[in-house]
Every structure is written in C-alpha cells, then in structure tokens.
Nanobody, 120 residues
Framework: QLQLVESGGGLVQPGGSLRLSCAASGFTLNYYAIGWFRQAPGKEREGVSCINRSGGSTNYADSVKGRFTISRDNAKNTVYLQMNSLKPEDTAVYYC?????????????WGQGTQVTVSS
C-alpha cells in the first residue's frame, strides 16, 4: 500500500518549535518532490513549502519564510519540516504530499495530516 505518514505535530507555545516528519511506505520518496500544506478550521488549504527530488531547490510561502525549513533524507525515505518561532496563526492540520515537481499543481499521494496547535 502506497502511503505517506506525517508525525511530529502537537501543542506548543508561541515562539516554540516543532519538527514534522513525512515518511513514505510502499514507494520511494526519491522520485518525488514533496510539498507541505496546512489547513486551519474554516480556511482553505494553503501550500507551505516544497522541496524538489534532490533537495537542491526549495520554496516557501511568504508567511513562513525565515521561520520554517524543509529538508529531506532520501536514505531514510523521509522529508522534514522544521518550524521555529511558531505563531498562533500557524495552528492547522499539516499535510505532506508527493508530486513529480514542485511546479505541478497536482499531487499524487497525500498523508492523513498531523495537528499543530500553537497556544499559550
């Protein structure tokens, strides 16, 4: 079964940090660009960051630039999203997804999501 599994979410105070992981099973992440998305209650899903197959190219939403860092370890078949200086507005369910390219709008595989709550 081909799937992505996110982990690492939780409750954190404003200014804190979390590292999300996106692990693949049933297929090799090396062949895919991986994007992170988030969806807050009552809001549309938004793209947060994307990393290309080699890890040599990344992009970020303006709202997270300078605070979030995406990386990948192809040997571990895992992509990470390091989130620092978290704000209450970062609260959302975070999803990872696999695509042929960060420039594509279609994603082939999605994870089930992990909740991130930033609150004091």
């Amino acid at each position: 079964q081909l799937q992505l599994v996110e982990s690492g979410g939780g409750l954190v105070q404003p200014g804190g940090s979390l590292r999300l992981s996106c692990a693949a099973s049933g297929f090799t992440l090396n062949y895919y660009a991986i994007g992170w998305f988030r969806q807050a209650p009552g809001k549309e899903r938004e793209g947060v960051s994307c990393i290309n197959r080699s890890g040599g190219s990344t992009n970020y939403a303006d709202s997270v630039k300078g605070r979030f860092t995406i990386s990948r370890d192809n040997a571990k078949n895992t992509v990470y999203l390091q989130m620092n200086s978290l704000k209450p507005e970062d609260t959302a369910v975070y999803y990872c997804a696999a695509s042929g390219s960060c420039s594509r709008s279609e994603y082939d595989y999605w994870g089930q999501g992990t909740q991130v709550t930033v609150s004091s």
